[in-house]
C-alpha cells in the first residue's frame, strides 16, 4: 500500500477496526514513518477522550494535544509516486488527518454538551421537586382537584399556599400533538382569563392565582395559546376561599 493509504488507516487503526493483513502492513510502515506515528499518537489521544466521556465526569483534553497535532503535521510527508503535484499532494495530507481529528473533537463537544444540557435538566427537576414538597409540608396549603364529568380519569391537583403561589401537579390528561398546547385558565370576577401555556405534555409546573380567582380550568389550544379559549373546558375546580 502507498504512504497516502496507510494515512487513511490511521483513524481505523486507533479505533481497533482494521483486519489482521491491515494491521500488519500498518505495523511494518509505522516502523520506518515518523509522520504516521506522530498521527496516530494524536488520534489515540482524541479515541481516548471520547471514550472518556461516556463516564460520569467528562474528561478534559490532554495538555497541548492541539499544539502536538499542529506539529505533527508540520512534517513533510514522504515523497512516493509522483500522482499529483507536490503543492496538492502536501494540501492533501494537510486536509484528510486534520479533518478526521476536527471531526473527531467536534463530536466530543457535542457529547459535552449534551452532558451539561441533560445535567441542567436534572437539577431544574431537582428544584421544583423540592418546591413542590415545601409547598405540600406546609400546613397552611390547600388542594384543588381538577376533574371531568365526562372522563373521569382526566385530573389533575393543584396546592397553594395562602399567599397564592403553589404548583400544579400529577396530571393525568389525554395525548395531545405536538402543534397544540394546554393551557390554564382562572375564572375572575365573571371574566376567563390565562394563567399561561402548560406545554403538549403536561408535568409539574408553578402556577400563581389571585384572591379574585374562583375557579380554575385546562383546556388545549394552538401552540403558543391564545388570549381566550377556542376549545371546550377538559378538567376544571373550584377554588377555596380566603387564598
Known amino acids: 500500500m502507498t504512504h497516502e493509504e496507510m494515512e487513511e488507516l490511521l483513524g481505523a487503526y486507533a479505533l481497533d477496526a482494521l483486519d489482521s493483513y491491515e494491521r500488519q502492513a500498518l505495523d511494518d510502515h509505522l516502523a520506518s514513518c515518523p509522520r504516521c506515528r506522530a498521527e496516530l499518537a494524536a488520534h489515540l489521544e482524541v479515541t481516548a477522550l471520547l471514550a472518556n466521556t461516556s463516564g460520569d465526569s467528562p474528561a478534559a483534553a490532554p495538555d497541548h494535544l492541539w499544539d502536538r497535532i499542529a506539529a505533527s503535521l508540520q512534517d513533510e510527508p514522504p515523497v512516493l509516486a ?19 481529528v476536527a471531526a473527531a473533537l467536534i463530536l466530543v463537544v457535542g457529547l459535552l454538551a449534551a452532558k451539561v444540557s441533560n445535567l441542567d435538566q436534572k437539577v431544574n427537576g431537582l428544584g421544583r421537586q423540592a418546591s413542590v414538597t415545601n409547598v405540600i409540608s406546609n400546613p397552611e396549603h ?30 393525568s390528561m389525554p395525548t395531545i400533538g405536538s402543534a397544540k398546547t394546554f393551557q390554564l385558565w382562572a375564572l375572575s370576577r365573571g371574566k376567563v382569563v390565562s394563567l399561561g401555556v402548560l406545554g403538549s405534555h403536561l408535568t409539574s409546573v408553578p402556577i400563581r392565582v389571585e384572591p379574585t380567582m374562583t375557579v380554575l380550568m ?26
Open 82 to 100: 509522483p500522482v499529483l503535484p507536490a503543492g496538492s499532494r502536501r494540501r492533501l495530507a494537510l486536509i484528510v488527518p486534520l479533518g478526521a
Open 142 to 171: 390547600r388542594t384543588v382537584l381538577l376533574t371531568s364529568v365526562r372522563r373521569p380519569t382526566w385530573q389533575a391537583t393543584v396546592v397553594l399556599l395562602p399567599d397564592g403561589e403553589g404548583y400544579l401537579i400529577n396530571p
Open 218 to 243: 385546562i383546556n388545549t389550544e394552538p401552540l403558543g395559546g391564545t388570549p381566550s379559549p377556542t376549545t371546550p373546558v377538559l378538567v376544571q375546580g373550584n377554588l377555596p376561599t380566603g387564598l
